[in-house]
């Protein structure tokens, strides 16, 4: 499945928002507190029933409002599809396909699939050849797939991982004004190459002689 159009209702920032998704790449712009993570968690939450940066549902529903919904417009070999998940704090999700109400989005065969990639403020905690811990704003799901990216210091590597714990230290003010997660997660690396391998263990040999690589 492929999403084709995200519509949006009292979710974040937006009282409503309607937009319409390129067949390939489609390029989201604008300042710091605009809105664009809202719309990528948006779409997350759409796909999946859940929120790739908060486990407080009260958090995804816009101030001063009562509930807050998000509809997809899909598209697959079969034709077009209705994807749409209703939010209400403390009542059940309401999640729909094609007008069907469902239990949960994460079990309907087809459904597109998402990464959440762009996390902002990581700072690195500790690293091995076998995986890392993080720190960072907002919240990962233990199971995700997703990319750590090292500076030039450290080998410029982007290294395959998946998340295997995450755990909520505390909150840090955005630069939208917004008191948002602070994390630390534990990520366990996945399909290294020999090269990345061989980069890898250079660079924490220089770490653990008390240089930091060129």
């Known amino acids: 499945m492929l999403v084709t159009r995200l519509r949006l209702r009292d979710f974040r920032t ?23 993570t809202n719309l990528l968690e948006a779409l997350y939450l759409g796909c999946t029933g ?20 998000v509809e997809l417009d899909v598209t697959d070999d079969d034709g077009p599809h ?11 999700k309401e999640v729909r396909v094609d007008g069907i109400a469902v239990p949960r989005l994460i079990d309907v065969p087809g459904r597109p699939l998402v990464r959440a990639r762009a996390i902002q403020e990581v700072r690195l905690l500790d690293l091995s050849l076998k995986g890392a811990r993080i720190e960072h704003l907002d919240l990962l799901h233990p199971g995700v797939a997703c990319h750590l990216e090292l500076p030039p210091a450290l080998g410029s590597l982007v290294l395959s991982a998946q998340v295997v714990w995450c755990t909520i230290v ?11 997660l602070l994390s630390r997660t534990g990520l366990r690396f996945t399909k290294l190459t020999t090269t990345q391998q061989t980069v890898l263990a250079g660079t924490l040999r220089e ?8």
């Open 14 to 36: 937006y009282a409503v928002a309607d937009v319409e998704l390129g067949p390939r790449i489609t390029v989201v712009h604008g300042h710091n507190g605009a809105g664009k």
């Open 50 to 69: 859940r929120s790739c940066r908060t486990t407080n549902e009260r958090e995804l529903v816009r101030f001063g409002a009562q509930v807050t919904r």
């Open 82 to 92: 209705a994807l749409s998940v209703g939010l209400e704090p403390g009542v059940r």
């Open 170 to 180: 505390g909150r840090k003010p955005s630069p939208g004004g917004d008191r948002r």
């Open 207 to 214: 770490l653990a002689a008390g240089r930091v690589p060129a």
